[in-house]
C-alpha cells in the first residue's frame, strides 16, 4: 500500500520512469526533490560534511542504478532514504578497524527532559554531538534511534553481537548525556 497522495503517485512514477529512460533533466528534478532530505540521513551517520558527501553521492548513483526494481510499494522516499542508510553501513565497514574501547566511568549525569535540552542547545550542535561518537557508536545509536531497528537486525548488519550492539547504544547514550551537559554547563558560565 502506497502512502504518498495519487497526484504526487502519479507524478513520481512519471519521473521515475523519465529517469530509468535516461532523462538528465528527470534525474537532475528527482535528485533535486530528495538531496536535502537525504543529506540529513547521511550527515547523521557521517563524521563530517565530506564524509556525508561522499556517502550521498554513492546513495545516489546506486538509487538510480535501482530505479527499475522500485516496485510503488511503499514511499519512493522511504526507499531512497534506505538505500542511503545501508550506503552508510557500506561506508563503516569498509573503514571499521578495531577500536579501543572507551574506559567510560558511569557518572550520574543530570537528568533533563527532552524539551530542556532542545530548548537551550541548538539542532547543529546535538548533531556535531552525534558526529563525534566514536563511529562504532554512532553507527549504532543512529540505527536504532533513528532507523527504529532492534539490537538483534543491528548486530546483523554491522556483523556484531546483539550484545556489543545493546553496549554500544549505552555507551553512545552515555556520551552524549555527558557531552549535552557539558555544553549546558559552559553556556550556563557566559
Known amino acids: 500500500m502506497n502512502t504518498e497522495p495519487d497526484e504526487l503517485l502519479s507524478g513520481t512514477r512519471q519521473?521515475?520512469?523519465?529517469?530509468?529512460?535516461?532523462?538528465?533533466?528527470?534525474?537532475?528534478?528527482?535528485?533535486?526533490?530528495?538531496?536535502d532530505k537525504m543529506f540529513g540521513v547521511c550527515l547523521r551517520y557521517a563524521k563530517n560534511r565530506e564524509e556525508a558527501e561522499d556517502i550521498m553521492?554513492?546513495?545516489?548513483?546506486?538509487?538510480?542504478?535501482?530505479?527499475?526494481?522500485?516496485?510503488?510499494a511503499g514511499s519512493f522516499e522511504g526507499w531512497i532514504r534506505r538505500i542511503m542508510v545501508n550506503c552508510a553501513i557500506q561506508s563503516y565497514r569498509s573503514r571499521m578497524k578495531i577500536?579501543?574501547?572507551?574506559?567510560?566511568?558511569?557518572?550520574?549525569?543530570?537528568q533533563m527532559s527532552s524539551e530542556d535540552i532542545?530548548?537551550?542547545?541548538?539542532?547543529?550542535?546535538?548533531?556535531?554531538?552525534v558526529q563525534n561518537l566514536p563511529p562504532a557508536y554512532r553507527m549504532v545509536f543512529n540505527l536504532y534511534v533513528f532507523e527504529g531497528l532492534k539490537h538483534r537486525e543491528i548486530a546483523a548488519m554491522l556483523r556484531i553481537s546483539e550484545g556489543t550492539s545493546k553496549s554500544n547504544l549505552f555507551d553512545a547514550k552515555l556520551l552524549l548525556q555527558k557531552a549535552v551537559a557539558k555544553s549546558l554547563k559552559i553556556a550556563k558560565n557566559y
Not at 57 to 72: I, T, V
Not at 99 to 110: A, C, F, K, R, T
Request: hydrophobic share 40%.
Open 15 to 35: 519521473l521515475i520512469q523519465a529517469c530509468i529512460n535516461g532523462n538528465r533533466a528527470a534525474q537532475n528534478r528527482l535528485y533535486g526533490l530528495y538531496a
Open 57 to 72: 553521492q554513492e546513495g545516489f548513483m546506486q538509487a538510480f542504478r535501482s530505479l527499475h526494481h522500485f516496485k510503488f
Open 99 to 110: 577500536y579501543p574501547v572507551l574506559d567510560l566511568d558511569h557518572p550520574q549525569v543530570e
Open 118 to 129: 532542545l530548548s537551550k542547545i541548538q539542532k547543529k550542535e546535538l548533531l556535531e554531538m
